[in-house]
């Protein structure tokens, strides 16, 4: 296939709309209403755990009404459920207000969902999380990861979890910290591939090893399974290493060098002594440990490497080739074992282009990412050309390898502009098929007009057929990049907190055990929460106090979920049923400020209420004199 150049391709864009429109007849509405209605009180069959980009969080709607259910806080505050009010949740979060989410990954064990945790990356502050399936939360926030930058390429889990694998988007000079300049990129700078450890019991994580890289900028990844099993994939854009005018200068060359990495054997070299250490993480040198990484090339600025269900074929789309490429596991690892190597860079080889390539997709314009059902079809997004298309995984016949085209079965329009797509279960070893859902860049005023901020539009396809038919469209707040499918009947996810196994210290389950306390000018304060009451439903203090206040929602109810709004504080907890949760503040004014439950709770949630008493400090009232009587008294019960 003839690589193309950028201008030629938008040339082809305009002239060239092969994808098929969908049908707007009367029975084609009401088939399709049909197909994605889920009628008052039935439920989905899927959830779908978008990222939600620079919000910073995970979106989770139904599949097949792509209704909106809820939304996961991740890395920025939600004072929907009191998400970076409480000291649990800023811990969490840190000095930072917000991440950038882009790639979900559903835990696996033999290359399945398990149905235990959803991790996902922060390409802006190089952080990882892990949200349990358990109670749909934030449980952990890794990172910033030391010497790495632009957590992009991630987080692609391995087969059974043991790994989230992350490369860098960006490059710096390492370690974190030191400078110099952009001018002496690719001397100075360097990338990295990032093995974040997960603990197979809890899912915590820690930073296992590092392999340093060229100063290329690493895109999108994926990990192997059955022959492919140990190994990981990216692309890469930039391997001309330039540092300014990118959008030029990092589109220079026809091909660009994909990754292949042994995890196994960058896990193995790391036992065997042959990293070096780097901020605290054994950092291994490719060069000098031969065996870990390899280089393909695949052209021209590809964007998604995705392996398919067997783990043989691993397809990389070329933002700016018409084509997706596709390699073959199985002659990979016959040209690293012969060394059909065309050179090297940097002392790590380059397999052969021809000795790995199985062939190339003609699917058109754009092509950014490709999803699997599992029975020998795959579905790539089309960016420039807008639409979905539908062609046949290899082995391909003779007739087929003669006219590539053939190999091609069907495109469906989107809208528009197509970024990720995701089909239920893609990346385990057995999807479900069924739906695919299309993550559009521009939604182009196919909604009611919401002024400037537009929404991001999804498009739900049904790949049962033949024929890919889409049957419905959603929008969501920006900006959904891909996206996780998972059967429902596949978790059970608890709706309280029990009691028996709440950990926390400060919980009480008694409304005997609340009170507030003080210790010098330490002041605690432990409530209970329950309709419609806080017990106690005063706490006194006073100025230069530091006030730690514990709310215990003490229902066992579903649904039965209390907050605690403190009037001018800046204070939002949200407590579910069972849980605890805790602030802390000095109190800097006098005055009384009411505290309310923030969740309708009952016939008399307005009722659910009380009041923080703050007197002057006794030193004001003597030297001002302009402050209430009585601001001696303290904790009173
Ligand atoms: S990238 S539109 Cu962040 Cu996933 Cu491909
Ligand atoms: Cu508790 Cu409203």
Not at 215 to 226: E, H, Y
Not at 537 to 549: N, S, Y
Request: aromatic share 8%; net charge negative.
């Amino acid at each position: 296939m003839k690589i193309i150049s950028t201008l030629t391709l938008i040339a082809l864009a305009i002239g060239l709309t092969t994808c098929r429109k969908q049908g707007t007849s009367a029975g084609d509405r009401t088939a399709n209403a049909l197909a994605s209605y889920v009628a008052p009180g039935e439920k989905d069959e899927y959830y779908l755990f978008y990222s939600g980009g620079h919000s910073g969080q995970v979106f989770v709607a139904g599949i097949p009404s792509l209704r909106h259910i809820s939304t996961i806080p991740v890395f920025a505050p939600y004072p929907g459920t009191g998400y970076g009010s409480d000291e649990e949740s800023k811990k969490l979060l840190g000095d930072f207000t917000w991440g950038d989410v882009h790639h979900p990954a559903l835990s696996q064990t033999n290359s399945k969902y398990d149905g235990r945790w959803l991790f996902v990356n922060d390409n802006a502050n190089n952080r990882i999380a892990r949200i349990d399936l358990r109670d749909f939360k934030t449980h952990q926030i890794l990172g910033p990861i030391p010497n790495s930058i632009g957590n992009h390429g991630s987080s692609f889990i391995t087969e059974n979890s043991e790994y989230i694998l992350c490369a860098t988007r960006f490059s710096v000079p390492l370690p974190k910290g030191r400078v110099a300049d952009p001018k002496d990129y690719e001397k100075e700078f360097n990338g990295m591939v990032s093995g974040i450890k997960v603990d197979p019991q809890t899912g915590e994580m820690k930073v296992g090893w590092q392999i340093l890289t060229p100063p290329f900028d690493w895109d999108l990844g994926s990990t192997g399974k059955g022959p492919s099993s140990g190994w990981a994939f990216w692309t890469s854009y930039n391997t001309e290493m330039a540092h300014d005018v990118m959008e030029v200068n990092s589109t220079q060359k026809d091909r660009d060098l994909c990754a292949v990495v042994n995890w196994r054997a960058a896990e193995k070299a790391v036992a065997d002594g042959k990293a070096t250490m780097m901020d605290n993480v054994p950092i291994i040198d490719p060069a000098k440990v031969p065996g870990v990484l390899y280089f393909v090339p695949i052209g021209k600025s590809p964007h998604g490497m995705d392996v398919d269900p067997t783990g043989k074929w691993i397809v990389a789309g070329g933002k700016l080739q018409p084509a997706t490429t596709v390699l073959n596991f199985e002659t990979v690892q016959a040209a690293i074992n012969n060394k059909t190597f065309e050179g090297d860079f940097r002392g790590i080889p380059i397999l052969k282009y021809e000795a790995v390539v199985e062939g190339e997709v003609p699917v058109g314009l754009g092509p950014l990412h490709t999803q699997y059902d599992g029975k020998g079809f795959a579905y790539t997004s089309m960016f420039i050309d807008s639409c979905i298309v539908k062609w046949k995984l290899p082995p391909w016949t003779d007739e087929e390898k003669k006219d590539m085209n053939k190999t091609v079965l069907d495109k469906v329009q989107t809208h528009f502009s197509t970024g990720h797509l995701v089909v239920a279960g893609s990346d385990t070893k057995n999807p479900y098929g069924k739906w695919l859902v299309a993550m559009n860049k521009l939604s182009a005023g196919r909604h009611i007009n919401v002024g400037p901020s537009q929404p991001e539009s999804s498009q739900l396809i049904d790949i049962t057929g033949d024929k890919m038919k889409m049957v419905a469209e959603s929008y969501t707040e920006p900006e959904p990049h891909f996206a996780q499918i998972l059967k429902v009947s596949e978790i059970q996810p608890i709706e309280v907190y029990p009691k028996e196994e709440s950990k926390d210290p400060n919980a009480i389950w008694d409304k005997d055990a609340a009170g507030v306390t003080r210790a010098g000018n330490q002041v605690v304060a432990k409530l209970t929460a329950i309709r419609s009451r806080f017990t106690p439903d005063r706490i006194d203090a006073q100025v230069g106090d530091d006030l730690t206040v514990h709310v215990t929602n003490i229902e066992q109810t579903r649904d039965m979920i209390h907050g605690f709004g403190l009037i001018e504080q800046n204070i939002n907890l949200v407590i579910d049923p069972g849980e605890t949760k805790t602030f802390h503040i000095k109190l800097k004014k006098p005055g009384v400020f009411p505290f309310y439950c923030t969740n309708f709770c009952s016939a008399l949630h307005q009722e659910m209420q009380g009041y923080l008493v703050v007197r002057g400090s006794t030193t004001t009232t003597a030297s001002g004199g302009g402050t209430t009587a009585g601001a001696s008294s303290s904790a009173e019960k």
